[in-house]
């Protein structure tokens, strides 16, 4: 399974700059050696605040209990809290590595609102379906959605994006049929790259 996870970290006080570096290092050090092993697939830093330690990472595991023994393995989660979502299949989804990276592109995480209209009828759904698959498959050959997952506890849907900049993914996101029907809301997060990201 894939799970996305919130790190937010909250050094000490009194904690030297000294100390700070070395659990750094010995963070960057075993996060490589989880990421050798397939369990850190990505790492992100999202908007900060000043003084704002946080990071965004994807991870696998065979469940919340393999996943919980995988972050309670990282020296800095004696100062960190985890908040863990997990990541469903969904079936428009390219797959890990079926898009490369696309150099100088940013990324982004999309949040996908799906609120269908009351008296929708069935044959409505399927070809406004339809046509999403048929975007989303464009989008992917085109390098700009990467990945996309749903949301089992939160019943939405979560896209990874790289684009050159937040106005082409919003073009990219106004392009979708439940997007131009009224269908679909969308929250986009721009991602910073991170230093120990394994695809960095």
């Known amino acids: ?59 696998t595991a065979e469940d919340a209990g393999d996943l919980e023994r995988t972050l309670a393995s990282m020296p800095l989660r004696m100062w960190r809290t985890d908040e863990p979502v997990a990541l469903g299949v969904h079936g428009n989804d390219p797959g890990r590595g079926a898009v490369a990276p696309v150099a100088g592109d940013a990324e982004y995480l999309v949040t996908f609102h799906v609120r269908v209209p009351e008296g929708a009828d069935a044959e409505a759904v399927e070809q406004m379906n339809a046509g999403e698959a048929r975007r989303a498959a464009e989008l992917a050959e085109e390098g700009r959605l990467v990945r996309l997952w749903s949301l089992p506890e939160q019943g939405h849907n979560l896209g990874l994006w790289q684009a050159p900049d937040a106005a082409a993914v919003d073009a990219d996101l106004r392009s979708l049929p439940m997007t131009a029907a009224g269908w679909l809301t969308v929250e986009t997060l721009p991602l910073s790259p991170h230093p120990s990201d394994p695809a960095g």
Do not use: C, K, N
């Open 1 to 59: 399974m894939e799970y996305l996870v919130t790190m937010t970290t909250h050094v000490p006080e009194g904690t030297s700059a000294q100390e700070v570096d070395a659990m750094r290092a010995r963070e960057g050090e075993h996060t490589r050696e989880l990421a050798a092993q397939g369990r850190v697939v990505r790492l992100w830093r999202p908007p900060l605040a000043p003084g704002e330690w946080r990071t965004i990472g994807l991870f």
